[in-house]
């Protein structure tokens, strides 16, 4: 029997399905049960006292996948009195108490607004041996006021708002998320450097639709003034953010992007459609004029800039026309990469009731397409950066065949994966090292830098993975937004405590 004994430490695992929103909101969960008492179960222990699922309501058989695994673990709970399974995120938010009619050995549910209410409702659950169900319709306190286990020693996500003023009509996030809420400049400022403190290179400014950050305290440029302050952080090495809309990406922006030489020169910037009739019904707020010409601007500023995408294919009316313009827009832009969606119906969406909904058979024969016409302008992108050297930070996990190859894998700074030969080097270089290596050969997913390499700077962050410490960063104070220049941050908050 796995469930605690007396006097000893519950253990918990979280899973994670979605965006990096929910990656994030998953480090916060395991900030706030470790805060609370509870220990990280080792990932090969199938009966952990709490399993929590952090569930995504965007991408497809979302409710498959989740009743599916709740149902693999309703043996294992009646075989372990005392294991807990909570479910939250955004398809807890959107389905609420019928997830406990659907599985009713769950013993919490708590949606995307109340996500620091977990440890109180898991001990609510097992004092009144009753299911515990909190959804909130708007934010109790801002998640960046939560602890946090951060999972890398590197690279950390920094949310600057939550929620989003967009009313695309494929898109359930807004009504799971709220509105947007902005957080201060000096709170935001005070993470990244508490993350810094603790040895984290890489940081990832976060939101729903990031660069409309400032919205709510009018200020369309506090997204590139923010970008700016990130340059004065000493230690701070690389900044990317992640997901900008077209209708809000500003001149300053990019101006912004090629001025400050620690923010990175890649950019995310989702197309979805390229015919305008398509990104008019999807209620996206530009054409694909003015989505090519931000497009043609960075690349001015920024000749090495790598772009990529989300592109949406089959959406309800879609033509052989539109879709043929699509292509043509791919070809245009010549993307280093694209995340690639055939669409399908997503329950309470204005999308799901139009008509024009197209064959299964329709929109798999345009997807292929679609993924043939990336690969080609991808692949050929990528060939060009052979012979060239780059920077590349080192990851863990990226590269699946690493053991088997010899190799070592991480993200050069427009953001390719780079799988890289240590030579000599082979034991010394870390998670979180920066390696400098020639690429040998392209693919249209990867570089190969298959030389020895011409560089390797051991950091802080690799000195960390190496010891085992994890960043942990203490909730940071949501302050009321003020119009105007951002005041001067207050002092760094805490840094990195060791397990």
Known sequence: MTT???GSPRTYQVRTYGCQMNVHDSERISGLLEDAGYVRAAEADEQPDVVVFNTCAVRENADNRLYGNLGHLRPVKAKHP???IAVGGCLAQKDRGDIVRKAPWVDVVFGTHNIGSLPALLDRARHNTAAEVEILESLEVFPSTLPTRRESTYAGWVS???GCNNTCTF?????LRGKEKDRRPGDILSE????VDSGVLEVTLLGQNVNSYGV??????????????????????RVRFTSPHPKDFTDDVIAAMAETPNVCHSLHMPLQSGSDDVLRAMRRSYRSERYLGIIE????????????TDIIVGFPGETEADFARTLDVVREARFSSAFTFQYSKRPGTPAATMDGQLPKQVVQERYERLIACVEEITWAENKKLVGETVEVLVAVGEGRKDERTGRMSGRARDGRLVHFATGELAGRIRPGDIVHTV???AAPHHLNADGAPLAHRRTRAGDAAEAGQVPRTPGVLLGLPMVGAPAAPPAPVGGCAAP
């Open 4 to 6: 605690a004994a007396a």
């Open 82 to 84: 005392g294991m807990q």
């Open 160 to 162: 600057i708002s939550v």
């Open 171 to 175: 898109c359930i996030v807004p009504s």
């Open 192 to 195: 990244v450097r508490a993350l």
């Open 216 to 237: 709510e305290f009018g200020d369309r440029y506090a997204f590139g003034k923010l970008l700016r302050a990130c340059g004065d952080i000493d230690g701070l090495e």
């Open 297 to 308: 601007k960075v690349r001015a500023a920024m000749p090495d800039a790598a772009i990529t």
């Open 439 to 441: 690429v040998t050969y």
